[in-house]
């Protein structure tokens, strides 16, 4: 792999798609073992320009600058509580502006690198509420002048609290005497307000945002005195890393480690990759080694290592816990993994040090130091009550408040085109980017372009739900699968809605109909795979299937022990289902797309340099 170029798929573009469907599956999958998306190192280090001009130096200036403290100087705002505040706010800025997590060609924008306010500023695109039929005012599923606006305004309101000089008071004076005040609370009220309003027009928007745990940070600022303040953060912090551990348990994390491990760009060793396989290239399951990195080096640490920063009194103790956080973080961002989360990452490594070390529990800042005891009750039932609800019953509650991040236990899709009918979203829907494959095609010939789509289903086929979504295809699709355009969901829904992040509930079948609704595809042009996250206490998941014309055409579920069994591409067949529900006007399209199919001939072959290339 190269700065400029990376590593293609050793296939013959040109001749790629006369291969079964489940043949190019394997092809890809196995690729991604040695190569992960085979990404240039140019487009690593455009991630890590942004982090360190963006992210960090911009931020870190406006947050010590309008604070009038000396930017240069770090030693001497590191623990200001302003700082941590504006960085916060900062952060909020850049993810509900696009330029945070899923950004750029690793979250599938490519042409342009941003999605956000490419299309929450225009009105017109699709919105997605969470209850529209629950709440009034929140009905329809186009962008109006009005949902523009409250999200300028946003926009504006974030910015104008992050300019402004702060302000101290007796009460905070009289625990940090040397101190740069703090935001002001009366800026921040119209904030929360503003959130709450655009969560309920858009959750696209609010989860954009990482409102699930930023905006508990925001409402602590505002209400809460110092002490009781820097608590609570540290309650909320604990509640996303404990969270986090927690979803790690069952089987879908060990499928997480592997793939992740296979996409980092500094890890150049073919046999440490393929160590984390069973069999490579005949088993790609995960390996004990796998399990043991995923379980041992993440889900022990995400768990045990919070616990000791919230109540420890020792400062070894925390010192090194502190460290291994720190570390902990740092270690996922180098890995860039699909999504991008660095901005979190980095955050939160800085979090680790100001709230744990900079404010440490023998200061008179440890959980039992809080004014009321039901103050902190009331707190960590609040911080609990969507992951636990979200556990539970994973389809009330997305992913994201769920804190099951990079846990492997997704909501996810896969979109299934007959030939020519993924056109239809380009010349019907408005938004602020074309389909995934068409903006490769600013760059790449058909071929080479299609071949990257394929890359994106061979990694979602090494992740336990890909093991169903293409079963599902199979079943549903038979032969005509290896006609069919597969498309995953997750970089497809970017493109319509700006923003994804690994949840499912963003491409349900919600956003099918508003699909619908303005492409009016006929039966069997548009077919959905989806299925539901696995709930914590439960053995099985459960799916739809959608024809964008029909609606939901099947439900039922399937056992994850079947899915986890089975290779990538499928070789004993599809894993069995537990049909529930069959829509009784639906019978599958057969044999009817054949003639809208391109010939060999009709494709443009690729040059060796294009080859050579890859996103």
């Known amino acids: 792999m190269g700065f400029k170029t990376g590593n293609f798929p050793d296939v013959d573009p040109a001749t790629f798609r006369d291969n079964p469907f489940l043949d190019r599956v394997r092809a890809m999958s196995t690729h991604w073992v040695d190569y992960g998306f085979g990404t240039p190192k140019m487009v690593h280090t455009i991630y890590i320009m942004k982090l360190l001009v963006l992210y960090i130096g911009a931020g870190t200036a406006v947050a010590t600058l309008t604070s009038g403290l000396s930017w240069l100087d770090p030693l001497s705002w590191w623990n200001q509580p302003i700082v941590y505040q504006k960085?916060?706010?900062?952060?909020?800025?850049?993810?509900?502006?696009?330029?945070?997590?899923?950004?750029?060609?690793?979250?599938?924008?490519?042409?342009?690198?941003?999605?956000?306010?490419?299309?929450?500023?225009?009105?017109?695109?699709?919105?997605?509420?969470?209850?529209?039929?629950?709440?009034?005012?929140?009905?329809?599923?186009?962008?109006?002048?009005?949902?523009?606006?409250?999200?300028?305004?946003?926009l504006v309101n974030l910015t104008v609290a992050i300019v402004l000089p702060g302000v101290t008071s007796s009460v905070l004076t009289g625990v940090l005497s040397d101190n740069?005040?703090?935001?002001?609370?009366?800026?921040?009220?119209?904030?929360?307000?503003?959130?709450?309003?655009?969560?309920?027009?858009?959750?696209?928007?609010?989860?954009?945002?990482?409102?699930?745990?930023?905006?508990?940070?925001?409402?602590?600022?505002?209400?809460?005195?110092?002490?009781d303040m820097i608590?609570?953060?540290?309650?909320?912090?604990?509640v996303?890393?404990?969270?986090?551990?927690?979803?790690?348990?069952?089987?879908?994390?060990?499928?997480?480690?592997?793939?992740?491990?296979?996409?980092?760009?500094?890890?150049?060793?073919?046999?440490?990759?393929?160590?984390?396989?069973?069999?490579?290239?005949?088993?790609?399951?995960?390996?004990?080694?796998?399990?043991?990195?995923?379980?041992?080096?993440g889900t022990m640490v995400e768990i045990a290592t919070p616990l000791l920063l919230l109540f420890s009194t020792n400062r070894t103790i925390t010192l090194l816990a502190v460290l291994l956080m720190v570390a902990f973080h740092l270690f996922i961002a180098s890995t860039f993994p699909l999504a991008v989360p660095l901005e979190w990452n980095l955050l939160f490594a800085y979090a680790s040090v100001f709230l744990f070390w900079g404010y440490p529990n023998w200061e008179g800042f440890g959980v039992?130091?809080?004014?009321?005891?039901?103050?902190?009750?009331?707190?960590?039932?609040?911080?609990?009550?969507?992951?636990?609800?979200?556990?539970?019953?994973?389809?009330?509650?997305?992913?994201?408040?769920?804190?099951?991040?990079?846990?492997?236990n997704w909501a996810s899709a896969v979109w299934a085109f007959a030939p020519g009918a993924e056109d239809k979203?380009?010349?019907?829907?408005?938004?602020?980017?074309?389909?995934?494959?068409?903006?490769?095609?600013?760059?790449?010939?058909?071929?080479?372009?299609d071949v990257v789509m394929h890359q994106l289903v061979g990694w979602r086929s090494l992740h336990s739900q890909g093991r169903a979504l293409l079963s599902l295809m199979v079943r549903h699709l038979g032969a005509d699968i290896d006609r069919y355009d597969i498309r995953e969901a997750e970089f497809s829904c970017n493109s319509i809605v700006a923003f994804n992040f690994g949840d499912g509930h963003f491409h349900d079948e919600k956003l099918i109909a508003a699909i619908q609704k303005r492409c009016h595809f006929a039966p069997g042009e548009f077919t959905v795979a989806w299925i539901e996250s696995q709930p914590i206490h439960k053995a099985v998941q459960e799916y739809v299937v959608i024809d964008a014309a029909l609606g939901v055409i099947e439900r039922g579920t399937y056992r994850v022990a079947d899915a986890i069994a089975e290779q990538p591409w499928l070789p004993n067949g599809p894993i069995p289902f537990d049909v529930q529900w069959t829509h009784p006007e639906y019978t599958r399209q057969t044999g009817?797309?054949?003639?809208?199919?391109?010939?060999?001939?009709?494709?443009?072959?690729?040059?060796?340099?294009?080859?050579?290339?890859?996103?």
């Not at 690793?106 to 699709?126: D, E, Q, S, Y």
């Not at 608590?231 to 604990?238: D, G, M, Q, S």
Request: with cysteine; net charge positive; proline share 8%.
């Open 87 to 154: 960085l916060i706010l900062w952060t909020m800025l850049l993810e509900i502006l696009g330029l945070g997590g899923s950004w750029g060609p690793l979250a599938g924008h490519f042409k342009p690198m941003t999605g956000g306010f490419h299309n929450w500023l225009r009105p017109k695109t699709i919105r997605l509420a969470p209850w529209p039929k629950k709440v009034p005012g929140t009905a329809g599923d186009t962008r109006s002048i009005f949902d523009v606006l409250i999200y300028a305004a946003i």
């Open 425 to 449: 979203l380009n010349t019907h829907i408005v938004r602020g980017a074309k389909n995934t494959y068409t903006q490769l095609l600013e760059t790449y010939p058909p071929d080479v372009a």
């Open 592 to 615: 009817s797309v054949t003639e809208l199919l391109p010939s060999p001939a009709e494709r443009k072959p690729a040059s060796n340099r294009d080859l050579d290339r890859s996103l």
């Open 180 to 227: 740069a005040g703090l935001v002001r609370p009366t800026v921040l009220y119209s904030l929360i307000v503003l959130y709450v309003v655009i969560g309920l027009r858009d959750k696209v928007i609010f989860l954009a945002g990482r409102s699930e745990q930023y905006l508990p940070a925001v409402v602590f600022f505002t209400f809460l005195p110092f002490v």
């Open 368 to 408: 039992f130091d809080m004014s009321s005891l039901w103050l902190t009750a009331l707190i960590v039932a609040a911080l609990c009550l969507f992951p636990v609800l979200g556990n539970l019953r994973p389809d009330l509650v997305s992913f994201l408040p769920s804190m099951r991040q990079y846990a492997g």
């Open 240 to 297: 996303v890393w404990v969270g986090a551990g927690v979803s790690k348990f069952g089987h879908h994390f060990s499928l997480v480690i592997p793939p992740m491990l296979s996409n980092t760009p500094w890890l150049s060793s073919k046999t440490v990759k393929r160590a984390h396989y069973r069999n490579f290239p005949n088993d790609l399951r995960p390996s004990k080694l796998a399990g043991g990195v995923g379980h041992v080096l």
């Open 231 to 238: 608590i609570a953060l540290k309650l909320l912090i604990v």
